[in-house]
T-cell receptor, first 116, second 111 residues
Framework: EPEVTQTPSHQVTQMGQEVILRCVPI?????FYWYRQILGQKVEFLVS????????KSEIFDDQFSVERPDGSNFTLKIRSTKLEDSAMYFC??????????????FGPGTRLTVT | SQQGEEDPQALSIQEGENATMNCSYK?????LQWYRQNSGRGLVHLIL?????REKHSGRLRVTLDTSKKSSSLLITASRAADTASYFC???????????FGKGTRLHILP
């Protein structure tokens, strides 16, 4: 069964460094998402992406964040200058379509980002 | 209450018993979903119920949706130790596609 993959599974970085989290969505999916979960808290929407542009972003997704689909398979989340509070699990998701919102989003296993 | 708020926050039951978790939400939804997350791991999609549906089953899982009360319940029958996890209710609003998660219910199955 096709699945969303994410790399790395765990990333440790120093405050102020740039990180790139990578995701490979399911191949025929067109809509891509990033969510994050700070330890012990709920999963929060960051951004959705379609047709090579951001569809929607939350207030968490500030200028330090960017997303890109550099080729036909990868979908990346970049944090330009990490802060301690960026430490979280980051989940990528993809879906075949939207429209009525009834298309399931498939989640990757997550990347645990630790900022020291 | 927030959009997608689970009740109880934590639940401990004996193996073999049924576990019921509830979710309430505020605004009209297109669909409601339940996810499971083992400690520190990824999200596992359990079931999706659309706003025009009232009940869905998947194996030992039964989900109900009452749009008039803006509430849903997840029932796990004949619980097993492997069911120990956090369970999240998540909603998708009309004309939207992002998923809004609740804070979750931590379920602990006692041997």
């Amino acid at each position: 069964e096709p699945e969303v993959t994410q790399t790395p599974s765990h990333q440790v970085t120093q405050m102020g460094q740039e990180v790139i989290l990578r995701c490979v969505p399911i191949s025929n999916h067109l809509y891509f998402y990033w969510y994050r979960q700070i330890l012990g808290q709920k999963v929060e929407f960051l951004v959705s992406f379609y047709n090579n542009e951001i569809s929607e972003k939350s207030e968490i997704f500030d200028d330090q964040f960017s997303v890109e689909r550099p080729d036909g398979s990868n979908f990346t989340l970049k944090i330009r200058s990490t802060k301690l509070e960026d430490s979280a699990m980051y989940f990528c998701a993809s879906s075949e379509a939207i429209g009525t919102g009834t298309y399931e989003q498939y989640f990757g296993p997550g990347t645990r980002l630790t900022v020291t | 209450s927030q959009q997608g708020e689970e009740d109880p926050q934590a639940l401990s039951i004996q193996e073999g018993e049924n576990a019921t978790m509830n979710c309430s939400y505020k605004t009209s939804i297109n669909n409601l979903q339940w996810y499971r997350q083992n400690s520190g791991r990824g999200l596992v999609h359990l079931i999706l119920i659309r706003s025009n549906e009232r009940e869905k089953h998947s194996g030992r899982l039964r989900v109900t949706l009452d749009t008039s009360k803006k509430s849903s319940s997840l029932l796990i029958t004949a619980s097993r130790a492997a069911d120990t996890a956090s369970y999240f209710c998540a909603t998708v609003l009309d004309r939207d596609d992002k998923i809004i998660f609740g804070k979750g219910t931590r379920l602990h199955i006692l041997p």
